[in-house]
């Protein structure tokens, strides 16, 4: 894997260079969060990809699956409770990101993101492929975490509290109000920070994350320290 000094979990992420030199082990599924048609055309040799990759409950869109439906889903994926899982997309990994948080939200936190995905992966000449995996059906048990997930009652609770950080990580326009992509209301949360997260992300073609030292400088603009609780939204 690549240095990722000043990363405070640097585990979270992996180098194409590590998945180039792993795609072939039993315990590694790579999950591809990208649009579905993207994946048809090319994709990463052994990658599934998911029929919802923001495994959104059909009941309640603005909600993450139960756990019976995510069983069902991981085990289509070739997902056990013990497999690694290496989620990418050609996305600034959007979509593998909050993959990847609904994986720990339910447990399993043995799951990373591949840092620069597809594009990084495309722009290396690494080996591609239009097949479908085979992957043999998984087993997966979920335990919700709710450490990792606030409700709107626990967000009303923590506005204006000192120790408390609200981060609006979407658009300028749906901060400020002047885009409220079909919601009833728009705005933003009383007294939220606002940064949207693509500035997280390099402006480059790889599309990669951006060093710590960079991530810190923005972040301590935010008034966001290791001390402070975060709420993002």
Request: with cysteine; glycine share 8%; net charge negative.
């Amino acid at each position: 894997m690549a240095d990722t000094t000043g990363y405070a979990n640097p585990g979270l992420l992996v180098e194409t260079d590590w998945l180039a030199a792993h795609l072939n082990d039993p315990d590694l599924r790579i999950v591809d969060c990208g649009v579905r048609d993207s994946f048809t055309r090319a994709h990463i040799p052994g990658a599934a990809c998911p029929r919802d990759s923001f495994m959104k409950d059909p009941a309640n869109q603005a909600l993450v699956m139960g756990p019976d439906q995510i069983a069902t889903e991981m085990a289509a994926l070739g997902i056990s409770d013990e497999t690694l899982v290496i989620a990418y997309d050609g996305l600034r990994s959007n979509n593998a990101a909050r993959f990847w948080w609904v994986l720990n939200h339910y447990g399993h936190s043995n799951v990373k993101v591949l840092n620069g995905g597809w594009n990084k992966w495309l722009a290396e000449g690494r080996p591609v492929t239009f097949k479908d995996a085979k992957v043999p059906a998984g087993t997966f048990t979920p335990a919700v975490n709710e450490h990792n997930v606030c409700t709107v009652d626990g967000l009303k609770e923590r506005i204006g509290k000192a120790d408390t950080i609200i981060w609006d990580v979407r658009s300028p326009e749906e901060y400020d109000g002047r885009n409220d992509r079909g919601n009833k209301r728009k705005g933003h949360v009383p007294g939220a920070v606002h940064t949207e997260w693509t500035h997280m992300m390099s402006s480059d073609d790889l599309q990669t994350f951006r060093p710590a030292a960079e991530m810190w400088e923005v972040l301590h603009k935010l008034g966001i320290t290791p001390e402070a609780e975060v709420v993002t939204y």
